[in-house]
């Protein structure tokens, strides 16, 4: 009777842990990522999220080169924000307006890099971009809380 029970949970441990999905480091995913955040000033320090399309998230702060592995964004969440980066055609804008403090979009697909930069004195983003940036930080702190 003991080995049955014992084959039960081995085949359980197995089953749960055959049934995560794969996590991956920035440098090893190869699906799209979005990276966003905010730089610049006195200490020229970055704060950055990297989010990927599988719904895993990282954060990096200051002048630090760690990554943090924050909790995965639901998926209903990364399907709107990927929608959004389409629909406002983001990726299509060429922005690089970065002033002593900065904000900045960036997205990471196969080689292509596409990056909006802005925090310019003399320049106002656009509505759309302005909206998707709120929308990334609305859901970063909304899944953290």
Not at 67 to 78: A, D, E, G, H, S
Not at 103 to 123: C, L, P, V
């Amino acid at each position: 009777m003991k080995l049955n029970v014992l084959q039960i949970i081995l085949a359980l441990g197995i089953f749960t842990t055959s049934c995560k999905t794969q996590q991956f480091l920035p440098t090893e995913f190869k699906d799209k990522q979005i990276n966003f955040g905010s730089g610049g000033g006195f200490t020229g320090g970055v704060n950055q999220y990297i989010l990927f399309e599988n719904g895993q998230l990282f954060t990096q702060k200051g002048m630090s080169d760690s990554l943090i592995v924050l909790p995965k964004i639901k998926r209903k969440q990364i399907k709107l924000i990927f929608k959004k980066y389409e629909e406002y055609k983001i990726g299509e804008k060429f922005i690089h307006f970065p002033g002593n403090r900065y904000h900045f979009i960036e997205m990471k697909e196969d080689q292509a890099i596409s990056r909006q930069t802005w925090g310019k004195n003399d320049y106002t983003p656009d509505k759309q971009l302005l909206e998707f940036y709120n929308l990334l930080n609305s859901v970063i702190k909304k899944d953290l809380e």
